[in-house]
């Protein structure tokens, strides 16, 4: 990688923390199409899972005004079961497919939030069981499950550090799990590994400037920005895919 490019890729993996942060779905649903445009698909995962750990843990610190221990261990566990299963198969699906898939699913996400602006789910076990295991499943297949737990979340009306934290530590069982399966599936390898300092402080920065921002600035006037983005990220991988 270029310098020129490192400074370019640098520069967008904050701002993907950054609005990760604000828009509450998590850095992923903006990085891993971004890491695409820099790397093969496979590395993309295992760099977004390194990324993660450590913004997970600059959240955790940061947001740390208190957590559900309930929703953790309810959502929490079967997620990290779940992403270690999609982790294993990732290996077993062509890269393009999976990037179809990515796309395609940052373009329905952000089309159901912008459409159904109030969409929600009942806060009952069951939905905190399936909500873990499809943001788990779907994190280990293309890198990024924060959507979907963010909504089931959502029905529990938790303040907004709890949210942030809560969902920062399920997220850190997750990324840690399919850390594990990635390196065993060798998506992570010591070409990427010079990234993990630069990404950890990127996202300590991003953490940090996205919390000042909430808290001068409404969360949902800056999450429908978010899903636009987001929609435009989707749209914008399919046509890198189909013009490859």
Known sequence: MTLESLLLFISLALLAEILGTIGGFGSSLFFVPIASYFF?????????????????LAKITLF?????????INI???????????????????????EIFLALFLILVSATFLIFKNITVKATLT????????SGL??????????????????????????IATSSIIDLGIDLSRSVVYSANGYINKEILYLI????IVSI??????????EHVSEEQFKSIVLILVFITGVFTLAKIYFK
């Open 40 to 56: 093969d698909f496979y590395s993309v995962l295992g760099i977004t899972a390194l990324f993660h750990v450590s913004s997970n």
């Open 64 to 72: 740390r005004k208190g957590f559900d221990k309930n929703l953790i």
């Open 76 to 98: 929490g566990i079967p997620a990290v079961l779940f992403v270690i299963i999609g982790a294993y198969l990732s290996k077993f699906i062509d890269p393009k497919i999976l």
């Open 127 to 134: 939905n905190s069981i399936g909500g873990g295991v499809a």
């Open 138 to 163: 779907i994190a280990g297949l293309l890198g990024t499950g924060g959507a979907i737990r963010g909504i089931v979340l959502a029905a529990y009306n938790l303040k907004k550090e709890v949210f």
């Open 197 to 200: 300092p630069i990404l950890l």
């Open 205 to 214: 920065i991003g953490t940090f400037i996205g919390k000042k921002i909430l």
